[in-house]
């Protein structure tokens, strides 16, 4: 289980204590008092927790994400992904929806400088954290290092995977996995590319690492 | 005659060619390119399919619930959905309208694969569409669905001609059953090949508005012209009343060449609710609703002299249709032309099953097609003691066998020359199952690639402004494959301006109508197109300066007049010359304006005609040619293949942009190892349904599963196939990746693997036999 995700079957307190800012202890507040889900007990099985929830929660809550610098304030269902939230509701299409299933990579964006597939994360559990997506990358007219790198070593053909491939991109040297060329492909393995840019994408990647500067 | 050229020939300091960066790029780099689901209109509604879970049936659905459901506008069924003027099974259907399956979703109660649509919800919001499509209740009335040609139930017939009628489901030439039976060597093998789905990563997707009686529809198409024409003629419309906008398409590889129903059903719920709807496809219903490569079964009959040269060859194939089609990819085409061999007989056999049909998918016949003729050439090769390459070259083919014509131009020699030497080919052990790198078995093949040149048209428009910039138009598409660069390149080049004063626009049926992106004829026809209209650009102005009393070119003859970099002077006399800006400010334009049309492949006739011995002009066969080295490591104890070295070498005439080109056959290579050692879509065969439609149980190659790769190009200069002497590079690169990653397993293992694709069971057991 990704810490970062709710995951509303757990039961019990957050691992860590954080401000009431929106973040998963204020949700799970919310939740149960504004919006009445039911906190299932114990012996219930997981099946039917689930679907106890999809039943009792109806209707719009505020929330406040921070994407790309800037709070924006929306009122969303709880079952809104991040992805849908980013695409549908701010307007912010970069990210792109290619399996909604976490299976294809193309929904990557960095949430707290951490790469995570939108699409298998709730909106509202990223509330109080920073968001980035590929809008926020380039400052103004100057592009990021990695955009500019995709850019030069001709690391895409259509343009679909690419927002998250350079999301990922940008993390994959952040975390330091670049030491080879076997190890940048093990590491950009979960965003597919279906037009086939992969030499490209390590070609682009290597350069931003060798250079020291794909911080974002 | 005109005194204009024919043929382009880059001007110095041209641009066509080189590795410019995609003038696109920063759209995509940036995440601000706008696909076809990324129009926020005011008042969009979403739209959700429900599908049929059963593949023969007939259904009867509640939709009480759904309805009631918080945000839905509304629930449509056969009952109730906005009906269509014409359906794709009526006989009055419009000629010209070629839509790829002849049955429409929601126009009865019946259902005939798995999946089908039968309802559609529409709600405020995407998550509510999405919850409400589960409050439908559906009623099966269900019978025993026919899975595929496979299937017990299947009825194999002779479809006559498949590919909508284009080709002939029998072909004879000489006489190959006698000359098999004469034959000193007889290789008789049978490939099977999975059934493929696309799976582009932009899901489809239409957002459909109406105002009044026009319909607007941003599509992910690669035809907008094609969709257009489906969609005028379903809804009774005249074609104008229909805008089709594309202006980036998310890749397609085949799968959105055709408007399919969900096109249609996106524009018929759009009218019902009177307000605009998106209809994306979730990434199963990918699996289902926009076609796929059939599951097909080839036998292929080989005859050769001891020497190695192909005697007879006979291809049969059998492959799964839709109740309503007869499509199968042509894969015997490539067998007849690629080598020479004077008899050949290829025929077709198909069943109905209840699935959709199939469509083309890259290289459609020549992938699959190359796999069975470069195996099987491979295995005599072994046989008989030859190298790879030196029994190609002992069937190089001189002229078209399929044909009898000569190539306008083949390079396909200097490909196997220049790939073998930056493989390393010489290096290579003869004897198969002999290299060892650790515990890897090591193994090196080749194999050839061709596809042919069809014929095309199109049209472009450019207008030059006074100002120095120009607008260049045409409705073609760029499926990622660099439409948007070459063609700002070749606009550049043909105006004599730098490209960053070029606007190239596309994808949208406003604009001069171009062909479908597919079939690798976009390059061609479009950039030729905006040739001719440059040249009558150029035309216009030179009348202009001709009859203007101020300008040095007063009175010259036209045949006088020529342009560099925008500047027009007189051929002998160079001194006397003017920039065309001054001569339209003169004559008080802003600009000035031509459209073109250009041909590609059969349809062009170039400067340099020739004529036959009955003074007709000459005609050509034109195919680009290729050769592709591939080196696997082979787990022997585990049964898997990786591919870690790969070299493409292929000459496709005039290169327009160096480093998309080598990008689009990387990408057409990687597309041939997911074929090659993963990818297939599994029909379960008691309910006909795809039990793996999703990309964790459908494989495409990853990151980790591709080195980095060696291509190049041949320069190639073809007058014969088009005003630019482009071939397209679309299908080239996938075509024979199969056979160069088989012929490598088998070089490897010493184990010959007939069936795509090679996953780890089919090797298990390697390291005994070797």
């Known amino acids: 289980m990704h810490p970062d995700t709710f995951d509303p079957t757990a039961g019990g307190p957050p691992p860590e204590q954080r401000p009431d800012d929106g973040s998963r202890r204020t949700f799970i507040k919310q939740a149960s008092g504004i919006l009445g889900l039911a906190v299932a007990p114990p012996f219930i099985s997981q099946a039917e927790k689930l679907a106890a929830y999809t039943g009792k929660v109806e209707g719009a809550t505020e929330m406040k994400l921070k994407v790309n610098g800037s709070i924006r304030t929306l009122r969303l269902e709880p079952r809104v992904t991040l992805l849908d939230a980013l695409r549908e509701n701010l307007n912010l299409t970069g990210s792109k929806k290619g399996c909604d299933q976490g299976q294809c990579g193309a929904c990557t964006v960095l949430v707290d400088g951490r790469r995570v597939n939108s699409c298998l994360t709730l909106a509202i559990t990223t509330q109080g954290k920073e968001i980035t997506t590929i809008e926020g990358l380039a400052k103004g007219e100057e592009l990021h290092p990695m955009q500019a790198a995709f850019l030069k070593h001709d690391g895409f053909q259509c343009g679909y995977c690419t927002p998250g491939q350079i999301c990922s991109a940008v993390a994959c040297v952040q975390e330091g996995h670049t030491k080879n060329d076997a190890e940048i492909r093990e590491w950009m393995s979960g965003n597919l590319c279906r037009c086939g840019a992969y030499p490209n994408i390590v070609a682009a990647i290597k350069e931003v690492a060798g250079k020291g500067d794909g911080k974002s | ?770």
């Open chain 2, 1 to 770: 005659m005109s005194s204009e050229p024919k043929f382009f020939e880059q001007p110095a300091g041209g641009v066509v060619g080189k590795p410019m960066d995609r003038v696109d790029g920063r759209a995509k780099v940036t995440g601000a390119a706008r696909y076809s689901a990324e129009f926020a209109l005011p008042g969009l509604t979403y739209a959700v399919l429900v599908t049929s879970a059963m593949a023969n049936a007939k259904v009867s659905l509640d939709t009480t619930q759904a309805e009631k459901a918080p945000g839905v506008l509304a629930v449509y069924t056969h009952l109730n959905i906005p009906p269509l003027a014409v359906l794709p099974n009526s006989p009055d259907k419009p000629k010209g309208w070629s839509p790829p399956m002849k049955y429409m979703p929601l126009s009865n109660n019946e259902v005939q694969y798995a999946n089908q649509p039968i309802a559609v919800v529409i709600a405020d919001a995407l998550e509510r569409a999405q919850h409400a499509a589960t409050l439908v209740k559906v009623s099966y009335q269900a019978a025993e669905p026919i899975a595929s040609f496979e299937d017990p139930k299947a009825k194999l017939f002779d479809p006559q001609a498949i590919q909508d009628g284009k080709t002939a489901g029998h072909t004879v030439r000489g006489n190959p059953k006698e000359a098999l039976a004469q034959s000193a060597v007889q290789h008789k093998a049978t490939y099977t090949h999975a059934i493929n789905h696309h799976n582009p990563l932009e899901p489809a997707a239409t957002t459909a508005f109406w105002e009044g009686n026009r319909l607007t529809v941003y599509d992910a198409t690669q035809g907008i012209t094609r969709t257009q024409t489906s969609l005028a003629a379903t809804f009774g419309l005249a074609r104008e009343q229909v805008r089709v906008i594309t202006q980036y398409l998310g890749g397609g590889f085949g799968c959105k060449g055709s408007c399919w129903p969900h096109t249609v059903l996106a524009a018929q719920v759009a009218r019902g609710v009177g307000r605009p709807v998106k209809l994306v496809l979730t990434r199963p219903q990918m699996f289902t609703s926009v076609g796929h490569r059939e599951d097909q079964t080839q036998t292929l009959q080989v005859g050769a002299t001891k020497e190695g040269k192909l005697t007879a060859l006979i291809h049969e194939k059998t492959s799964t249709t839709s109740p309503w089609d007869n499509y199968a990819e042509s894969n015997s085409k490539i067998i007849g032309m690629l080598y020479a061999c004077p008899n050949f007989e290829a025929s077709y056999q198909l069943a109905r099953a209840n699935v959709m049909p199939s469509t083309f998918m890259r290289a459609p016949g020549e992938a699959p097609g190359s796999f069975a003729i470069e195996s099987s050439l491979d295995d005599i090769a072994y046989q008989l003691g030859i190298d790879p390459i030196e029994i190609r070259l002992r069937n190089y083919a001189e002229k078209d066998s399929n044909d009898g014509k000569a190539w306008s131009s083949k390079s396909l020699k200097e490909c196997y020359a220049r790939g073998a030497e930056l493989f390393g080919w010489s290096k290579r052990n003869p004897k198969p199952g002999q290299t060892r790198d650790g515990r890897y078995l090591v193994g090196m093949g080749m194999a050839t690639a061709s596809y042919p040149v069809h014929s095309s048209q199109g049209t472009a428009r450019v207008r030059l402004f006074a100002d120095g910039r120009a607008v260049v138009q045409s409705g073609a598409t760029d499926l990622g494959t660099g439409t948007y660069t070459v063609m700002t390149q070749t606009s550049a080049d043909v105006l004599g301006l730098p490209p960053d004063r070029i606007r190239f626009e596309l994808g949208d049926t406003t604009l001069p109508t171009a062909p479908n992106s597919g079939g690798s004829v976009a390059a061609g026809t479009v950039s030729s197109s905006i040739f001719v209209a440059a040249q009558d650009v150029w035309r216009k102005v030179k009348e202009l300066a001709r009859a203007d009393s101020k300008s040095p070119l007063y009175r010259a003859k036209m045949d006088d007049i020529i342009v560099e970099g925008g500047t027009l002077m007189l051929k002998k006399d160079r001194s006397k010359a003017e920039p065309f800006a001054a001569i339209l400010e003169r004559a008080r334009l802003t600009d000035i304006e031509s459209t073109g049309m250009g041909r590609y492949g059969a349809g062009f006739e170039g400067d340099d005609k020739t004529t036959d011995q009955n003074s007709q002009p000459k005609t050509y066969s034109m195919h680009s040619f290729g050769a592709h080295f591939c080196e696997v490591r082979v787990d022997p104890e585990l049964g898997t293949v990786r591919v870690t070295r790969w070299v493409g070498v292929h000459g496709a005439g005039r290169i327009l942009n160096a480093k998309t080109a080598r990008s689009q056959m990387i990408g057409g290579a990687i597309f041939g190892i997911g074929a090659a050692l993963m990818e297939a879509t599994e029909r379960d065969q008691n309910f006909a349904r795809y039990v793996n439609a999703d990309l964790a149980g459908y494989h495409v190659p990853v990151q980790a599963d591709i080195p980095d790769m060696t291509i190049e190009f041949v320069d190639e200069k073809d007058p014969y196939i088009n005003a630019m002497g482009v071939k397209g590079i679309g299908e080239l690169g996938m075509v024979g990746v199969a056979a160069a990653v088989a012929n490598a397993v088998y070089h490897a293992t010493g184990k010959r693997i007939r069936s795509l694709p090679i996953t780890p069971d089919k090797l298990l057991g390697t390291a005994a036999t070797v």
